[in-house]
């Protein structure tokens, strides 16, 4: 079975959820969509103060290259514009709607029919793609329309999707899969037709065997699709690991995929995608699980973007006892929240429960020196080396050893037997040397 | 609700302590420890006791009345610094001796640096040739193999294999002894199976790579073979130099001391040849019979060399400019 070639890490899975059939979340009485999601330049209010807007109505237009349009959620009247602390802990742009009705637009097919013919050209499901404000779904949240429009010059040969879902405790993916199968095949042909390949792979790790069965069934009656149950092994929802585990090539240090002739798309994107261009339905909702050791009704349900996370949290039981943190997102890269008052945004896979005895972190103790954080690290770098370097400020020599290339997947941090917080201090000196490069570079 | 806990990703660790691997490690010995205890008896409990409670004993009371520091004798490391001096040693060496072999492998070879983690050199090692070159005859003295012998300090005793190859006498042990330990030694290296147990052992609860022991090992074959298509008279087989002597204990315990060896694949490559061949060096043409210690010391001292010009292959594929 394939796996990617460096590193990894294999945390227990805790998928509590996984089989849990997606609900679909009670409308919120106010959704609170914020217009940015996460990366890239915020898009423009197109709404003021009193507007009435329907369901999929644009509320924010993309502004610039990398930058999403918006639309609403739901239907009901413009309560103000404000800025929210988002999931992320940054304060952000964003619409208050208070919810009357669920009146959608006429355009929306809401049909469950699923519509396999697709006679667009690429240019046009492209425009398509970027109108309905999609962005990656598996948590980077960058532009889908960017990354299907290559530099000139270089040429798509495969599409990967990633249905990966490495993290522990999340399911959405998987629930996603095994309920709208032919629709993610349907999204995959269109991808592939918007980039000009005749091959696509969606990869899928073994703990998901129900998905990878199902997937390959129906993937006999699409062209060029391959599904490939991959070995379970953290991080291989990374894309440059995806990419190496599927075509065994290793996307060069400082570039993106395409130099490879790979484009990857998170299987959840491609559902969107989907939606997107076969039923006129912008990005308006999306599944996310909600989860933990102690959470009461571990599950996954279907929300409206700008929905308070409380909200949903409520209707999965509330908060467990016990809880010591709450991270936005998996428990490897995800982040830990301050309160469930934050909206959700395109990017939210999900809620998981910490206990408080696994949130406190151990005392740190001595580097041992025992090189499992060199061993695990996906991208061959020195984590105890670099985080000494952080330490003591030593940019120049963090950027010699190659501290750019770092995913921040946080498997040294885990594996670390002297629980020293090596991801913290290599995050800190990415940033700093990232911001000496672009100095140098606009100094040039 | 209790106020959250905020802190960056990732928000899970895997267990891993250093207590645990240290643990890992007197796990992995314990083979090698029970055929010590077969075959040298008393005198190899008693030395294994003596140097385990000083080496505890020494670093508790460094750090609480010289360091200053949080007490770490819990992570077990000082216990296991006690074990491999003591597999080290003669069975028969006097109690005194041991004391000071364990001062001195705690005290300077660890503590003086600033504890676990910071010592350049194994300090097991360092207790070792520094008991071998103030007691060197306490220190090549072996006793014969008596299986549950009641013997320490008058126990009877025996050339190692590496010494009767050294000075052309005697009669090499049948490769079945030197593979099950039945032969004069150090009181835990003398069974090349139960070390390899450990190495399994290790390898499976992936404590350590398969690096630094298989490297120095197929070093030591490749060369001794060399030697000893050349000379067969001279030189002895490299299935007699794999199995007699430190090599085995050396090769799997000692080199893969984490603190003092290389962070990386490729560095363990290089570090771990170059302990082989040193050893083989001193072996054939050396003046000492046996010369895994030194080989292991001189290349702890390259560790830091090796970490700063050899890098681990690093991810992605070469761009043609």
Same mark, same amino acid.
């Given at each position: 079975?394939?796996?990617?070639?460096? $590193?990894?890490?294999?945390?227990?899975?805790?998928?509590?959820?996984?089989?849990?059939?997606?609900?679909?979340?009670?409308?919120?009485? @106010?959704?609170?969509?914020?217009?940015?999601?996460?990366?890239?330049?915020? !898009?423009?209010?197109?709404?003021?103060?009193?507007?009435? *807007?329907?369901?999929? @109505?644009?509320?924010?237009?993309?502004?610039?290259?990398?930058?999403?349009?918006?639309? !609403? !959620?739901?239907?009901?009247? *413009?309560?103000? &514009?404000?800025?929210?602390?988002?999931?992320?802990?940054?304060?952000?742009?964003? *619409?208050?709607?208070?919810?009357?009705?669920?009146?959608?637009?006429?355009?929306?097919?809401?049909?469950?029919?699923?519509?396999?013919?697709?006679?667009? !050209?690429?240019?046009?499901?492209?425009?398509?793609? @970027?109108?309905?404000?999609?962005?990656?779904?598996? $948590?980077?949240?960058?532009?889908?329309?960017?990354?299907?429009?290559?530099?000139?010059?270089?040429?798509?040969?495969?599409?990967?999707?990633?249905?990966?879902?490495?993290?522990?405790?999340?399911?959405?993916?998987?629930?996603?899969?095994?309920?709208?199968?032919?629709?993610?095949?349907?999204?995959?042909?269109?991808?592939?037709?918007?980039?000009?390949?005749?091959?696509?792979?969606?990869?899928?790790?073994?703990?998901?065997?129900?998905? &990878?069965?199902?997937?390959?069934?129906?993937?006999?009656?699409?062209?060029?699709?391959?599904?490939?149950?991959?070995?379970?092994?953290?991080?291989?929802?990374?894309?440059k690991?995806?990419?190496?585990?599927?075509?065994?090539r290793q996307v060069p240090s400082g570039r993106i995929? &395409?130099e490879v002739?790979?484009?990857? @798309?998170?299987?959840?994107?491609?559902?969107?995608?989907?939606?997107?261009?076969?039923?006129?339905?912008?990005?308006?909702?999306?599944?996310?699980?909600?989860?933990?050791?102690?959470?009461?009704?571990?599950?996954?349900?279907? *929300?409206?973007?700008?929905?308070?996370?409380?909200?949903?949290?409520?209707?999965?039981?509330?908060?467990?006892?016990?809880?010591?943190?709450?991270?936005?997102?998996?428990?490897?890269? $995800?982040?830990?929240?301050?309160?469930?008052?934050?909206?959700?945004?395109?990017?939210?896979?999900?809620?998981?429960?910490?206990?408080?005895?696994?949130?406190?972190?151990?005392?740190?103790?001595?580097?041992?020196?025992?090189?499992?954080?060199?061993?695990?690290?996906?991208?061959?770098?020195?984590?105890?080396?670099?985080?000494?370097?952080?330490?003591?400020?030593?940019?120049?020599?963090?950027?010699?050893?190659?501290?750019?290339d770092?995913?921040?997947?946080?498997?040294?941090?885990?594996?670390?037997?002297?629980?020293?917080?090596?991801?913290?201090?290599?995050?800190?000196?990415?940033?700093?040397? $990232?911001?000496?490069?672009?100095?140098?570079?606009?100094?040039? | 609700?209790?106020?959250?806990?905020?802190?960056?990703?990732?928000?899970?660790?895997?267990?891993?302590?250093?207590?645990?691997?240290?643990?890992?490690?007197?796990?992995?010995?314990?083979?090698?420890?029970?055929?010590?205890?077969?075959?040298?008896?008393?005198?190899?409990?008693?030395?294994?006791?003596?140097?385990?409670?000083?080496?505890?004993?020494?670093?508790?009371?460094?750090?609480?009345?010289?360091?200053?520091?949080?007490?770490?004798?819990?992570?077990?490391?000082?216990?296991?610094?006690?074990?491999?001096?003591?597999?080290?040693?003669?069975?028969?060496?006097?109690?005194?001796?041991?004391?000071?072999?364990?001062?001195?492998?705690?005290?300077?070879?660890?503590?003086?640096?600033?504890?676990?983690?910071?010592?350049?050199?194994?300090?097991?090692?360092?207790?070792?040739?520094?008991?071998?070159?103030?007691?060197?005859?306490?220190?090549?003295?072996?006793?014969?193999?008596?299986?549950?012998?009641?013997?320490?300090?008058?126990?009877?005793?025996?050339?190692?294999?590496?010494?009767?190859?050294?000075?052309?006498?005697?009669?090499?042990?049948?490769?079945?002894?030197?593979?099950?330990?039945?032969?004069?030694?150090?009181?835990?290296?003398?069974?090349?199976?139960?070390?390899?147990?450990?190495?399994?052992?290790?390898?499976?609860?992936?404590?350590?790579?398969?690096?630094?022991?298989?490297?120095?090992?197929?070093?030591?074959?490749?060369?001794?073979?060399?030697?000893?298509?050349?000379?067969?008279?001279?030189?002895?087989?490299?299935?007699?130099?794999?199995?007699?002597?430190?090599?085995?204990?050396?090769?799997?315990?000692?080199?893969?001391?984490?603190?003092?060896?290389?962070?990386?694949?490729?560095?363990?490559?290089?570090?771990?040849?170059?302990?082989?061949?040193?050893?083989?060096?001193?072996?054939?043409?050396?003046?000492?019979?046996?010369?895994?210690?030194?080989?292991?010391?001189?290349?702890?001292?390259?560790?830091?060399?090796?970490?700063?010009?050899?890098?681990?292959?690093r991810f992605g594929e070469k761009v043609k400019?």
């Amino acid at each position: 079975m394939k796996t990617f070639r460096m $590193g990894g890490i294999h945390p227990k899975e805790n998928k509590f959820s996984a089989g849990k059939q997606i609900q679909v979340a009670e409308l919120p009485k @106010q959704v609170v969509i914020p217009l940015s999601h996460y990366i890239g330049t915020p !898009s423009e209010a197109v709404v003021k103060k009193g507007d009435v *807007v329907k369901v999929g @109505q644009l509320i924010g237009k993309a502004n610039g290259l990398i930058s999403a349009n918006v639309h !609403s !959620s739901v239907s009901g009247k *413009v309560n103000k &514009i404000d800025v929210q602390l988002d999931a992320t802990g940054y304060k952000r742009s964003a *619409v208050y709607i208070d919810v009357d009705g669920d009146e959608w637009l006429e355009t929306i097919d809401r049909s469950t029919e699923i519509k396999r013919e697709c006679n667009l !050209s690429k240019e046009e499901i492209i425009r398509k793609i @970027q109108d309905a404000g999609i962005v990656g779904l598996g $948590g980077a949240t960058f532009p889908t329309h960017v990354k299907l429009s290559p530099p000139p010059g270089k040429k798509a040969n495969i599409l990967i999707i990633n249905a990966v879902e490495c993290e522990s405790y999340l399911t959405c993916d998987h629930q996603l899969m095994l309920e709208k199968g032919e629709e993610i095949l349907v999204g995959t042909t269109i991808l592939m037709k918007a980039l000009e390949v005749n091959r696509a792979v969606i990869g899928i790790e073994n703990n998901k065997k129900d998905a &990878i069965v199902h997937l390959q069934q129906l993937a006999k009656n699409f062209k060029g699709i391959k599904v490939e149950a991959l070995k379970v092994r953290y991080p291989q929802g990374g894309e440059k690991q995806l990419i190496d585990a599927i075509i065994r090539r290793q996307v060069p240090s400082g570039r993106i995929p &395409i130099e490879v002739g790979a484009v990857v @798309q998170n299987v959840g994107t491609t559902y969107a995608v989907y939606e997107a261009v076969q039923k006129n339905k912008p990005m308006i909702e999306r599944v996310m699980t909600i989860s933990g050791k102690t959470a009461p009704n571990p599950g996954n349900y279907l *929300v409206r973007l700008g929905t308070y996370l409380a909200s949903v949290v409520d209707q999965a039981g509330g908060i467990p006892e016990g809880t010591g943190k709450i991270v936005g997102g998996g428990p490897m890269m $995800g982040r830990s929240l301050m309160n469930l008052n934050v909206p959700m945004a395109k990017g939210s896979s999900g809620v998981v429960f910490i206990r408080k005895e696994e949130s406190v972190r151990k005392p740190v103790k001595n580097c041992i020196r025992c090189a499992k954080c060199v061993t695990v690290c996906p991208m061959g770098l020195e984590p105890f080396l670099l985080m000494s370097q952080s330490e003591r400020n030593m940019w120049d020599e963090m950027e010699d050893n190659c501290t750019m290339d770092c995913i921040e997947c946080g498997s040294c941090s885990y594996t670390c037997p002297s629980n020293r917080p090596l991801l913290d201090y290599i995050r800190f000196g990415k940033t700093t040397v $990232g911001g000496i490069i672009r100095n140098r570079a606009t100094k040039k | 609700m209790d106020k959250l806990i905020i802190s960056p990703a990732p928000h899970i660790h895997g267990g891993d302590s250093v207590s645990k691997d240290m643990t890992g490690v007197i796990i992995a010995l314990v083979p090698a420890l029970l055929v010590g205890l077969y075959f040298f008896g008393l005198g190899a409990l008693v030395v294994t006791l003596t140097a385990v409670a000083s080496c505890v004993l020494f670093e508790y009371l460094i750090q609480k009345f010289m360091l200053k520091g949080s007490n770490t004798v819990m992570d077990g490391s000082a216990a296991l610094t006690g074990l491999l001096l003591a597999l080290n040693l003669p069975s028969n060496i006097p109690v005194w001796m041991v004391v000071i072999g364990s001062l001195v492998a705690i005290g300077i070879g660890k503590m003086s640096f600033g504890g676990l983690g910071n010592n350049p050199f194994n300090p097991a090692l360092i207790g070792r040739v520094f008991l071998l070159i103030s007691f060197p005859v306490e220190m090549t003295t072996w006793p014969r193999p008596v299986p549950f012998s009641a013997a320490y300090l008058d126990a009877e005793t025996a050339p190692t294999t590496l010494a009767m190859i050294k000075d052309h006498f005697g009669e090499i042990p049948s490769t079945l002894d030197l593979f099950i330990g039945n032969m004069g030694g150090s009181l835990g290296e003398i069974s090349a199976v139960a070390i390899l147990i450990g190495l399994v052992y290790l390898l499976v609860k992936k404590i350590i790579t398969w690096h630094i022991p298989v490297s120095i090992l197929a070093t030591v074959f490749v060369f001794t073979g060399i030697l000893n298509l050349a000379n067969p008279e001279l030189y002895a087989s490299p299935v007699v130099h794999l199995f007699s002597g430190g090599l085995m204990l050396g090769a799997v315990f000692m080199a893969t001391d984490y603190v003092t060896s290389p962070m990386n694949p490729r560095g363990m490559l290089v570090y771990g040849v170059g302990i082989g061949i040193i050893t083989v060096v001193i072996r054939a043409f050396g003046a000492y019979p046996e010369g895994v210690s030194f080989a292991i010391l001189i290349m702890n001292a390259f560790t830091p060399l090796i970490n700063t010009y050899i890098k681990p292959k690093r991810f992605g594929e070469k761009v043609k400019i």
